[in-house]
């Protein structure tokens, strides 16, 4: 009887708080009508959008900060996705400082070498090297074929003279060349490193030009151009470009054999040599094939 009582007394009291909370809902209702209106409006308006638009809806969905953590948490993503473009342009920034690094590197190997092999000095070497590099860069020819000019004419002695005129690293006939010394100081400037390598270097670049080859061009170079054969020095200078080349891309060549330079009587000093008065062995020695691969 008391459980009756107590439990009927429980369930009037929900129904007093129920009612009070609905009349406080309709009291708010009625107090503010026109907020009701306001969203109300607001709403309808929303709904609307979304089913004229429904494209809007996947954009602000995407603009989310939720949708973006959730993106950057996503399986086979990475940080740097978004950075694909400037890892791109990064890329080939590096390409390049890569490519001048190798540059750098290829320098100093050459140096080091014809340092060690030639018995000059390393800020000598250095000189020569970078000299050849820039100046082959400028007027397109193969640096370590201006070197190998430079070891089998004078073995890297800037003073080194001949007595028919050859003069400096290259042997340039400066009276010969001498339009070509005017942009340097003029002629008293042969032996000049850096002056003799740009001379030297422009005139066995025209002789590239003129006869199609290097083998030919090295032919001219030495003052053979009419003679049968230029008793091996084009050769030698190949030979010597091809240590060079091997020397650059980081092979180990042996510094012990040392390079030799034409005798004293050099090409420009020779007479002509009849080829039939070589036997059939010598003139195949003799005989010089193109090889443009080399410029």
């Known amino acids: 009887m008391f459980q009756d009582f107590f439990k009927n007394l429980y369930f009037q009291n929900l129904k007093v708080k129920a009612h009070n909370l609905i009349g406080q809902k309709k009291l708010f209702i009625h107090t503010h009508p026109r907020m009701w209106m306001f969203f109300a409006s607001l709403m309808l308006v929303a709904i609307t959008l979304l089913c004229v638009k429904p494209e ?7 603009s989310l900060p939720i949708k973006e953590a959730n993106a950057s948490n996503a399986p086979g993503t990475t940080a740097e996705t978004p950075n694909w473009v400037k890892t791109d342009v990064l890329t080939a920034q590096q390409k390049e400082e890569h490519s001048k690094l190798d540059e750098l590197k290829q320098k100093q190997r050459v140096a ?20 050849a590099y820039k100046t082959a860069f400028d007027i397109g020819l193969d640096p370590h074929l201006i070197l190998a000019v430079m070891a089998i004419e004078s073995r890297f002695n800037p003073y080194a003279e001949s007595s028919m005129g050859a003069q400096g690293l290259m042997q340039v006939m400066a009276k010969v060349h001498a339009d070509k010394f005017e942009d340097h100081g003029g002629v008293q400037y042969a032996l000049d490193p850096v002056v003799n390598i740009k001379v030297g270097s422009r005139i066995l670049k025209e002789y590239v030009r003129q006869t199609g080859s290097v083998e030919r061009a090295l032919k001219t170079y030495v003052g053979a151009a ?54 059939t062995q010598e003139r195949k020695e003799q005989r010089i094939h193109d090889n443009p691969a080399l410029l």
């Open 56 to 62: 809007f809806a996947k954009g602000v969905s995407e």
């Open 112 to 131: 080091s070498w014809i340092s060690k092999r030639y018995k000059i000095a390393n800020k000598a070497s250095n000189l020569f090297v970078t000299t």
């Open 226 to 279: 009419q003679m049968s054969h230029d008793n091996g020095y084009g050769n030698k200078v190949i030979g010597e470009y091809k240590m060079l080349k091997a020397v650059a891309s980081g092979s180990k060549i042996s510094t012990l054999a040392q390079a030799k330079t034409t005798d004293k009587r050099s090409a420009r000093q020779r007479k002509v040599i009849n080829p039939s008065s070589l036997s």
